[in-house]
């Protein structure tokens, strides 16, 4: 049984662009003293991927990025704008609707 990873939420922060995520890809890399090849290897994907991904290509698969940030000690979240939070749920009370 695969037990979820802690969070530690004093280290999120909002990534904007594809350019941040990979700026913020190839600074966790060096920090932990990886090359570009050993993080693909790790994550077993293809250096070309790394490549891509650190240079904020908008073409890179979700699923491979998702392995680097496990193999990086990351994982993915979402949240949403406050002001767009209060315009949806604002939408949903004037309808009614719950969905």
Do not use: H, W
């Amino acid at each position: 049984m695969n037990t979820p990873p802690t969070l530690i939420p004093l280290l999120g922060f909002p990534l904007l662009s594809l350019e941040e995520v990979g700026a913020t890809v190839r600074r966790l890399r060096k920090e932990q003293g990886l090359r570009q090849d050993e993080l693909a290897g790790v994550a077993n994907v293809g250096l070309r991927f790394i490549v891509d991904l650190e240079a904020g290509k908008a073409t890179i698969q979700m699923g491979k990025a998702l392995k680097v940030l496990e193999a990086l000690g990351c994982v993915l979240s979402f949240s949403m704008r406050s002001d767009l939070y209060r315009a949806l749920m604002g939408t949903k009370q004037a309808s009614g609707s719950e969905d």
